[in-house]
């Protein structure tokens, strides 16, 4: 674990102090963490995320279907 001493504004102060009440947390470190897991999880690109490169892998290793026709794949398609 790493440890920082931290200069932050009085209002981040007030929103890391409600973040803390809202999930129970124990401190101010762990709204911290969990102000940062939530923006890797919703604004980071994907790319960037470890899960999304063994996503890719999995599909690099599917095989596709062919389909000698359109009419082939849209028989496909609705029987899925």
Do not use: W
């Not at 803390?20 to 604004?43: H, T």
């Not at 063994?54 to 609705?78: A, N, P, T, V």
Request: proline content about 2%; charged content about 35%.
């Amino acid at each position: 674990m790493v440890q920082a001493v931290i200069n932050i504004t009085e209002n981040t102060n007030r929103v890391l102090n409600i973040v803390k009440a809202k999930f129970g947390l124990r401190d101010k470190s762990q709204a911290i963490n969990l102000v940062v897991d939530e923006y890797e999880e919703n604004f980071l690109e994907p790319q960037l995320r470890p899960e999304y490169i063994k996503k890719l892998k999995k599909i690099k290793k599917q095989k596709g279907i062919r389909f000698k026709s359109f009419d082939g794949l849209r028989k496909h398609i609705e029987n899925l």
